[in-house]
C-alpha cells in the first residue's frame, strides 16, 4: 500500500486504518501476533516512531492488546470493535459532509434520499449478479 | 539520556554570529532533521558538534563531554558532508580499509555491499568521482561506520532522484536494525520527514521550532476561503497567507481549533488542508509573510 502524504490524514492514522483493513478482510486474524513497529516501519519506509503512534491509537481503541515481551496481538472481538467505531466516526462523518455538500447544491432531502435509494439498488444488483456469476 | 546538549551556544566569525544563543537537547537514537534556509547556521552547528570548531560562548556538549579535540568523542561520531577529503593517492577500496581501522564498529561487508549496489569502482580514486558518485560513496561511509552519533550535512548533495531514495531507505533500514543517532541537516523535508523523528528547525542562528515531526505536520492547517470568513483571523495567527482570483484567500494557521470551529469554517465553505512539513518550514523562516509575491506587489 502507499501511503498518501499529502492527505490531511497524519501517516499514523492511516497506518492503524490499514492495520484495521487488513483485519476487517481477515488478513490478520484475531489472537494473531500483530506487526512490530520495526516491520511497520520497515514496509511503510517511516520512522519507528510514526508506527508505533499507529499501533498506539489500536491498542487504545483495545482492538490489539500487548502481551509482555511478545508483542502486539489482534483482539478477540476487534473486527466487532472496528465496524462499531467506523459505523460511528467515518459513516457519521461521510453523511454529514454529504448533507453539507446536498445544500450548497440546492439537492432537497427528498432528491437527496431518493439518490441514496437508488444507489442502494443498483451497489444491490451488482452483487447479485456476482454471485450469479 | 540526551547524546547532544547544548546551553546558549554561540559561534561568530569576526563580527557576523551565526549561531546565537541555542539550547537543546538531542535524545538517544533518534533521526532528527536539521532544518533551515541557506545561510542559517546549519553547518556551522553541525561543525560544533563535531568538536572542528570552538564556540565564542556557551556550552556543547556530546556524549557529556566537550568536543572539541577530544578523542573519546571523534571516535565515536561520524560528520559527512560534501566537501570531504581522502588522500587522492588511495583507492576507494584502500579508504574503506582505513575507516575500518579508525571505527570500531565499521561494517566492512555491507560497506562493499552498497558500494557494488550503487556501481561504484573500487580501484577508483575519490578524487576522479563525480560530485553525485562522492555523495553517494561518503554517505556509504556514513552508514557503514554505525558511530553511536552519525551527522549528516546536505548529504544528497548531486545525487539523483533514485540514489537519493535508496540513501533514505538504507538509512532508516540500518537504522532499524542497529538504533543509533542521526542529525541529517536537508533542505529537502519533504522527501526526508516520514524517516525522522524529530525536527529541529533554525532561523538565523537561533532555534524556530523543536518537535517531534509527527507533531510538526499538525502544529498547521492551511485553509482556503472567502476573505470574508477569513478575514476574522488576526494576523498574529496568520503563519502564511496568499490571495487568489478575487475573493479568496489561503491561509495557515496555528492549528488549534476546536471541532466545533471547525464545523463552523467547514459550514462557511472554507475547506482545510494538511500543511506540508516542508512548506511550514519554509513560511515560518521567510522574511515576510506573503514570500515571493510581495517584491512583485506594487500596492
Redesign the interface.
Known sequence: MN?N????????VQIAEWLEAEILNANLKEEERIYSQ?QL??M???????AA?GLNILADNNIVYKKRGLGMFVSTNARNLILEDRKNQVLKQMVSDLV?EAD?LEVDEKQLIGMIRQRIKHSRRNNNECCKL | MSVVSCENLSKAYNNFSAVKNLSFDLGENKITGLIGRNGAGKTTLLKLIAGFLRPTSGAVKVFSQNPFDNITVSSNIIFIDDNMNFPVSLTLSEILDSAGMFYKNWDDKFARKLISYFSLDLSQSHFGLSKGMKSTFNVIIGIATRCPLTLFDEPTTGMDSAVRKDFYRALLKDYVEHPRTFILSSHLLNEIDDILEDVLLIKDGTKALHLPVLDLKEYAIGLRGSQDVLKDFSSKDIIHEESFGSDSSYIVVKNQFSQTKLEQLKASGVSMTSVASDDLCNYLTAKTKGGIDDVFNRE
Open positions: 501511503l502524504t499529502n492527505s490531511l490524514k497524519p501517516i499514523y520495526y516501519a520497515d511503510f519506509n517511516i520512522n519507528p516512531a510514526t503512534k453539507l450548497r
